[in-house]
């Protein structure tokens, strides 16, 4: 049996995971205004990016915001960042929002 994966949205609690095991990042989003979230930097070693998707809300308003998902795996202890922004792709503005989450390996 697959062990189920945890999913986390709150940037100020650490994410505790071992070595193998995948996880999720869940945030707002809306790119209706052009706006998603990406990674300001590359990531450590730690860890991996496996996919992420923007799920849509269960309204069928226009312009409703829904969640952007992010699926990381865990590959080597230790403890790292994943920073995140909320950008407009093709603009060089700074980000409307940040996230840092950090995530700790065992």
């Known amino acids: ?3 189920k994966t945890e ?4 940037p100020s609690e650490p ?6 095991q995948i996880f999720t990042i869940r945030m707002e989003s809306n790119p209706t205004t052009g706006y998603s979230w990406q990674l300001s ?9 496996v ?6 809300p269960d309204s069928k308003l226009m312009g409703t915001g829904g969640h952007e998902v992010w699926t990381f ?9 994943i920073s995140m922004k909320y950008v407009r792709p093709w ?3 700074q980000p409307i929002r940040t996230n840092v989450f ?5």
């Open 91 to 93: 603009e060089k503005d």
């Open 41 to 49: 930097k590359t990531l450590d070693d730690q860890i991996i990016l």
């Open 1 to 3: 049996m697959s062990e």
């Open 73 to 81: 795996e865990a590959i080597g202890e230790g403890q790292v960042e």
């Open 15 to 20: 994410i505790k995971v071992k070595a193998g």
């Open 51 to 56: 996919t992420n998707a923007f799920i849509p």
């Open 7 to 10: 999913e986390y949205l709150n």
């Open 102 to 106: 950090t995530v700790i390996v065992k």
